[in-house]
T-cell receptor, first 118, second 115 residues
Framework: NAGVMQNPRHLVRRRGQEARLRCSPMKGHSHVYWYRQLPEEGLKFMVYLQKENIIDESGMPKERFSAEFPKEGPSILRIQQVVRGDSAAYFC????????????????FGPGTRLTVL | GESVGLHLPTLSVQEGDNSIINCAYSNSASDYFIWYKQESGKGPQFIIDIRSNMDKRQGQRVTVLLNKTVKHLSLQIAATQPGDSAVYFCAENRDGSGNTGKLIFGQGTTLQVKP
């Protein structure tokens, strides 16, 4: 059973360009989470999605960032008009049902996409 | 504000010794805690978790202790090996209405194992 897949692993963009990060959850997982990690810091929650629905986007910047998880295909984290401050590692995690709380399902993380904005 | 934090940024131990990594949390409503290991260039890897109705949980060479009175969490690694060298994060999940399963991560402790 393949783990969480993310691509690309490394992405270089110039200021003002768009970045698209893809995440394929583990087979059978319908819940996806995106986190951002700045150098020497912990992961910060960005958004939680189920198929075709955004459940919690409380960690997403109000502008330029969007996420989707279509019925078919991977989840996409899209960053428009990137700036240098967007340089970070972006991790995707998936779980079979809603993680945490009363269900206590583990979140499985992918290898991350390292975005560098020049 | 509410946060999950770690006491020490770096821990250096001798191979074969036991390691203890600490974590403090501030929200008494947190009911689920997880330890993750992150090696350089990789995503976080689940180590062990514990619910708030437990004080201790053991895995293979690892033990997690939870002290709700002082809001403290620790990870103990027995007979530390070079392969244990990594950054260790504690994370919490807060139950309650509207819980969406998002994890709140601490800053991380770097464990260095000396041969």
């Amino acid at each position: 059973n393949a783990g969480v897949m993310q691509n690309p692993r490394h992405l270089v963009r110039r200021r003002g360009q768009e970045a698209r990060l893809r995440c394929s959850p583990m087979k059978g997982h319908s819940h996806v989470y995106w986190y951002r990690q700045l150098p020497e810091e912990g992961l910060k929650f960005m958004v939680y999605l189920q198929k075709e629905n955004i459940i919690d986007e409380s960690g997403m910047p109000k502008e330029r960032f969007s996420a989707e998880f279509p019925k078919e295909g991977p989840s996409i984290l899209r960053i428009q008009q990137v700036v240098r401050g967007d340089s970070a590692a972006y991790f995707c995690a998936s779980s079979p049902t809603k993680a945490g709380g009363s269900s206590y399902n583990e979140q499985f993380f992918g290898p991350g996409t390292r975005l560098t904005v020049l | 504000g509410e946060s999950v934090g770690l006491h020490l940024p770096t821990l250096s131990v001798q191979e074969g010794d036991n390691s203890i990594i600490n974590c403090a949390y501030s929200n008494s409503a947190s009911d689920y805690f997880i330890w993750y290991k992150q090696e350089s260039g990789k995503g976080p890897q689940f180590i062990i978790d514990i619910r708030s109705n437990m004080d201790k949980r053991q895995g293979q060479r690892v033990t997690v202790l939870l002290n709700k009175t002082v809001k403290h969490l620790s990870l103990q690694i027995a007979a530390t090996q070079p392969g244990d060298s990594a950054v260790y994060f504690c994370a919490e999940n807060r139950d309650g209405s509207g819980n969406t399963g998002k994890l709140i991560f601490g800053q991380g402790t770097t464990l260095q194992v000396k041969p």
